[in-house]
């Protein structure tokens, strides 16, 4: 197992009136020069080789440091589909760290719209490993507002996840069962 480095991230979110603030985003690394995903080495959470993706990141607030494989990689930032991505080429050496800017800039409004999903497992399923705290984290990153819980034969809560993260603002979920 070789070095780390470090991802820096300083991400900012644009609404139309020109405020910037921070917000829940994703950032996703395709490497152009890494080293792949290995499952054999464990996982590394957000750790993938689907359709090129090496690493998602979902962030609380636009600032975390976050360890990476050492490489290249072509870094996309993204805040859902109401908000433009940001692309940019980012070497990570080694030992060291590198700092990941963007502004991400709301280009569509919604106005009396809310973006849901409906059939969501978490943990409390056999058949998904996410953890509760880390589904709210992935879907207020992603851009919806609201969820609701289906685990089999377990009702579970996204509640205290979304209050722990401080995340009221931006998403709201229901229990269900499936």
Known sequence: VGQSATLVLDLNSVERDGTRGRAPMKVSLR????????????????????Y????????????????VK?????????????????ERDITLAAGGEATLTADVRRVLDTPGQVAGDFHQ??????????????????DTAEGLEYAATTDHDN??????????????????AMRGDE
């Open 155 to 172: 009702i579970t809560d996204f509640g205290p996840c979304i209050a722990s993260q401080n995340l009221q603002r931006w998403f709201g």
């Open 70 to 86: 050492p490489g290249r990689y072509r870094a996309i930032v993204s805040r859902g589909e109401e908000y433009e991505t940001v």
């Open 31 to 50: 490497g152009v020069e890494a080293e792949a995903p290995d499952p054999g080495m464990g996982e590394l959470e957000g750790e993938r080789e689907e």
């Open 52 to 67: 090129g993706l090496y690493r998602a990141v979902y962030s609380l607030g636009g600032v975390d440091r976050v360890a």
């Open 121 to 138: 497992h978490t943990v409390g399923s056999i058949d998904s490993g996410r953890s509760l705290c880390n589904r709210v984290l992935e």
